[in-house]
C-alpha cells in the first residue's frame, strides 16, 4: 500500500486527540499510543488509513466520506461484519480488529483492521514495477478467478452472513437502488442513462446462482504479491447477497488484453493491459469450470455493470465537486465524460444479446 504522510493533525478525517488513541489501546489487542496517521492512496468512496503505533504495528482505518453520504451507504458496522464473516471462508481478507458504530470518537464512525503487506495494481506500471514476471502475471489473474468462485461458492449461513440481504431478485434490486443513487447523485440530465435503465430492466435474465456477490471486484481491490498470489480482497463496501454472476461481468470490464486500445469511459488503462495474464475467455472458462456455472448471458452482466458504474462515478464526482473527499488533484472533467461512455457502453453490450 502506498501512503501519502502527513503531520498528525493536518490528516483530513483525523481527529488528533485522546478519544481515537484511548478506543486503539482499549479494543486493537497490541496497540500502544502513540499513534500516527497517514491517508493510504487510491479509493474514492471510503477514506482509508494507515495506523503507525509506538511499538512499530500497523493498522488500517476505514471511515466515510467526510461530507455528502446517501442512505444506506458507507456503513462501517456492516463493512465491518462481512469482513469478519468473509474471514472464515478460504478467501483472504485483512483481519477485523475493532468497529465504533457512533461519531464520538472520531466524528463519524470507523472499523480497524490488520495491515497486510502487499501491491494494490491499478495501473500498468503497477504491474511492472510489482510482478515483473509474466509467469507470475498469470498465476495472479487465474488466482483473481479462482477466489471469486470461492467466493461464490461460500456457504453464507455457515460462516454467518445469511441475513446480510435478501437473497432473491438481485437485479431487481439493484436496479431500483442504482436507479435511485443516479437520481439522488446526477449533477446534470443524461438521456442514455435513463435509455440503458429501461434494457436493463426488459432484458433481465432469471437468477440462477446466489450467493455473495462482492460489488467492485477488481485487480485493484487486491493485495497482491510478486509470485502471483493474492495477500488480501479489499473494499467490501458494495457487498450483499445475490446473483453472483454480476461479479464476473464487473471484472471482465476491468481485464484489459495486451494491445487492445483504452476501454470506453476509462481514464487509465487497467493493469492487466500489461501483459502476460490471462485472456477474459480463459476467466470465463476458468469460472465455469470451478462452479459449473452457466455463463451464457455474461454479457449482459458486463452491461449492468458498466451501468451501475456509471451511477457510482457520478456520485464520485458530486463528493469531489462538493469538497468531501480528501484529494484535492481529482480530474472532475475526466469523470464527466466516463459516466457517460460507460452509460453508453452498456447500450452497446445490450445490443449483443440474443433477440428475446
Not at 489473474?141 to 453464507?156: K, P, Q, S, Y
Request: hydrophobic share 45%.
Amino acid at each position: 500500500m502506498e501512503a501519502q504522510h502527513a503531520p498528525n493533525g493536518e490528516v483530513p478525517g483525523i481527529v488528533d486527540g485522546p478519544g481515537l488513541e484511548a478506543f486503539f489501546a482499549a479494543h486493537v489487542a497490541g496497540a500502544q499510543p502513540p499513534l500516527r496517521y497517514t491517508v493510504i492512496a487510491g479509493g474514492h468512496s471510503n477514506l482509508t488509513y494507515r495506523v503507525d503505533d509506538a511499538a512499530g504495528n500497523r493498522f488500517v482505518l476505514r471511515r466515510p466520506p467526510l461530507g455528502h453520504v446517501l442512505a444506506s451507504a458507507h456503513d462501517m458496522g456492516r463493512e465491518h461484519r462481512i469482513i469478519a464473516a468473509v474471514s472464515r471462508s478460504t478467501v483472504p481478507v485483512a483481519p477485523a480488529l475493532a468497529v465504533s458504530p457512533d461519531d464520538a470518537v472520531n466524528g463519524a464512525p470507523f472499523y480497524v483492521m490488520g495491515f497486510v503487506d502487499g501491491h494494490v495494481l491499478t495501473v500498468p506500471a503497477d504491474v511492472d514495477a510489482a510482478v515483473p514476471d509474466h509467469a507470475a502475471r498469470r498465476r495472479l489473474g487465474f488466482a483473481v478467478i479462482d477466489t471469486l468462485a470461492e467466493l461464490h461458492r461460500a456457504d453464507v449461513d455457515a460462516i454467518g452472513l445469511g441475513e446480510l440481504a435478501r437473497r432473491d431478485a438481485y437485479l431487481d434490486r439493484q436496479l431500483k437502488r442504482w436507479k435511485g443513487q443516479w437520481e439522488q447523485s446526477k449533477t446534470r440530465e443524461l438521456p442514455v442513462m435513463e435509455e440503458c435503465y429501461e434494457l436493463l430492466a426488459r432484458r433481465k435474465p432469471e437468477q440462477r446462482y446466489t450467493g455473495i456477490v462482492h460489488g467492485d471486484y477488481r485487480l485493484g481491490n487486491f493485495l497482491s504479491r510478486p509470485d502471483g498470489t493474492l495477500a488480501a480482497v479489499l473494499d467490501w463496501e458494495l457487498c450483499t447477497l445475490g446473483d453472483v454472476l454480476a461479479d464476473v461481468g464487473y471484472l471482465l470490464n476491468n481485464w484489459a488484453e495486451e494491445g487492445e486500445p483504452m476501454p470506453a469511459g476509462a481514464i487509465d488503462f487497467p493493469p492487466t493491459a500489461a501483459g502476460g495474464f490471462p485472456t477474459r475467455a480463459e476467466l470465463v472458462a476458468r469460472y465455469a469450470e470451478r462452479t459449473g456455472f452457466d455463463v451464457s448471458m455474461v454479457q449482459y452482466y458486463q452491461a449492468f455493470s458498466s451501468w451501475r458504474l456509471a451511477a457510482i462515478n457520478e456520485g464520485v464526482k458530486r463528493r469531489y465537486l462538493e469538497g468531501v473527499m480528501a484529494d484535492t488533484t481529482f480530474p472532475i472533467e475526466a469523470y464527466e465524460h466516463r459516466v457517460e461512455a460507460l452509460a453508453r457502453t452498456a447500450v452497446d453490450l445490450l445490443g449483443t444479446l440474443p433477440a428475446a
